[in-house]
């Protein structure tokens, strides 16, 4: 199986170390309820203030989906990857 290809626009990408901290901290969301999904849904939360960090995927198609949401998330100082 090969690899989807990541746009070089999408950046920064997160190492394999992070990336395996960062499907633990999904993981533990999905437990607890705690998770939203889609840019829609980020957004909602982002505005809100209620978003504890944004984790956006590098191969999201079409990537301009979810360009807006890191500038929105330095606005709201919130950590995206």
Do not use: W
């Not at 995927?57 to 929105?72: F, N, R, V």
Request: charged share 25%; net charge negative.
């Amino acid at each position: 199986m090969t690899e989807p290809e990541v746009n070089p626009k999408a950046y920064p990408l997160a190492d394999a170390t992070l990336s395996k901290t960062i499907l633990d901290l999904v993981q533990q969301a999905s437990n607890y309820k705690q998770l939203r999904k889609g840019a829609n849904e980020a957004t909602k939360t982002l505005n809100r203030g209620i978003s504890e960090f944004i984790v956006m995927a590098a191969d999201a198609e079409p990537l301009e989906i979810i360009l807006h949401l890191p500038l929105l998330c330095e606005d709201k100082n919130v950590p995206s990857t």
